[in-house]
């Protein structure tokens, strides 16, 4: 099955090409399926390239998904046009009364700042517990990730002396979890922060358990089953060139920057990178979905309730 965007999005030309299965909104209407509603809270500049990164990932499951393009109420992007925004998005004030089976929150360029400097960052707290009442499991992902784990658990982000940037082997933890199914014992994932979320924290709190880490850059896939969520700290959704595009326009800026390690043959600039993790963040994303699949309640309606019976 397809994944539902407008076919207008600049996401379904893309995908299109690519072959993945994409489907406008009168296609699926045909179809008398449930589909998944998966929300895309996007918080990262470059909208419409983060969107069709998802978009891709979370297309290439044999399910109908639906996916709902969400913007912080108050935040304006600089960087992609208001007509984009006012066709394609919804604020989450607009969608709060909505239930979802499953939402992805992105990453941020924001990674220095302390979380309560964020001039969203009250918003986003009430998303981060609106998704306990209104969303079946929850994708936090790099930064998204990081608020996340803190605002549930108190885990604190640290900053780096060094920009963690590259593509690094991580080491399957946790082979048995339905998330890694298929997965290999190591995987590469790239790699580009500044931050990082340590693993004794994370082994100090019962409720959280490492399924992917490396040596070199610590944990990285984290499953919170107290809050039916996930995070990622690093990019299976990067493009080929993504982590190229971060060196050129750092390198054209003069500002200090590492060649991306493990990235370029031979680590030679010069040379196109060779993407070495498509097939396992398809398979993670799959896995995702597959699991949200198997649990959300077939009568959207009913989202949230097994958390909000048991708080009486």
Known sequence: MPIRIPSSLPAFETLSKEGVMVMSRSQANLQDIRPMKIGLLNLMPQKIQ??????????????????????MSEHKSKTTSESHMGEFYKTFQEVKDQKFDGLIITGAPIEHLPFNDVTYWDELCE????????????????WGGMAMINHFHGVEKHLLDQKAFGCFRHKNMA?????????????VIPVSRWTEIRQDAISGENALVTLLG??????????????????????????????KAEYDRDVAAAKPINLPMNYYPDNDPSRPPLNRWRSHGHLLY????SEIYLTTPFDQAMIGREIMDLRG
């Open 175 to 187: 082979p048995t979890s339905p998330y890694l199914r298929g997965f290999s014992d190591e995987c």
């Open 50 to 71: 983060t969107e069709t990164q998802f978009a891709r990932l979370i297309g290439a499951t044999p399910l109908q998904i639906e996916l709902i393009l969400i913007r």
């Open 127 to 142: 998303i981060f517990d609106w998704t306990q009442s209104h969303v079946h499991s929850t994708f936090g992902v790099c």
């Open 214 to 243: 490396s040596d070199q850059v610590g944990p990285c896939l984290v499953q919170d089953d107290a809050h039916r969520a996930l995070y990622i700290f690093n990019h299976f959704e990067y493009d080929t060139n993504s982590l």
């Open 286 to 289: 799959t896995n995702w979905i």
